[in-house]
């Protein structure tokens, strides 16, 4: 039986399929403005530069670097960076939206990325936001890729919260002040976040797991 679609009309469905998967892609690896976000927020305050790293406990030249997009901050930078400004975590990652509920759709899945090295080209990890959507929200969500043999941070990170993080692909290694475990695919761990704490990627290929976190209320 001789098909009804003719070579071109074929061709074209092709290309439009191949279009349509390359913008949605495109829209899954778009990264979030976070340090764009920071300033913004910081300047609607009032609040100079110098007065919110001194308030976050980071150093002035960090944040100035963070705000013109120069380094990507870790989580536990931005979650001292909104409880300085008081305000919720969610405001950094949404400019504009505050449902009461949310469905993230695969295609929209908001992008971080950042590089232990500072070269924003070559992240060492990236992370996908899974709750954006609902401003005043008080925990993060996120699917976490770390490269082998790459650390989380460049040293132990404490903030206020809790976090909840599960394997879902490879291995890692977690310290814990002067502890250190390792995590399987299928093991899980929570801990309270003023515990300093470090993650690193043990597996020859890069290692994905759920992190949830509890960032507690802005007081």
Request: glycine share 6%; charged share 25%.
């Amino acid at each position: 039986m001789k098909s009804n679609i003719k070579s071109n009309d074929y061709q074209n469905f092709l290309d439009d399929l191949k279009g349509y998967y390359q913008e949605n892609e495109q829209k899954e690896e778009e990264n979030i403005p976070v340090g764009t976000r920071i300033r913004q927020i910081r300047q609607m305050q009032g609040v100079d530069s110098a007065t919110l790293a001194k308030n976050a406990g980071i150093d002035k030249k960090y944040l100035e670097d963070v705000e013109s997009l120069a380094i990507y901050p870790d989580l536990g930078t931005i979650i001292k960076i909104t409880n300085a400004l008081k305000v919720s975590t969610g405001s950094i990652f949404d400019s504009d939206s505050n449902r009461s509920y949310t469905i993230i759709r695969k295609i929209d899945r908001k992008k971080i990325m950042r590089s232990i090295s500072g070269v924003k080209e070559h992240p060492d990890y990236e992370y996908l936001s899974l709750s954006s959507g609902v401003i005043s929200r008080h925990m993060e969500a996120f699917i976490v890729t770390l490269k082998s043999n790459v650390y989380y941070t460049e040293e132990l990170s404490t903030h206020e919260g809790e976090e909840f993080l599960y394997m879902l692909e490879g291995a890692m290694k977690i310290k814990l002040d002067d502890k250190e475990e390792t995590l399987q695919q299928g093991d899980s761990i929570f801990y309270h976040s003023t515990i300093p704490h470090v993650l690193k990627s043990i597996s020859p290929k890069p290692a994905i797991l759920l992190a949830v976190l509890y960032t507690g209320y802005p007081s």
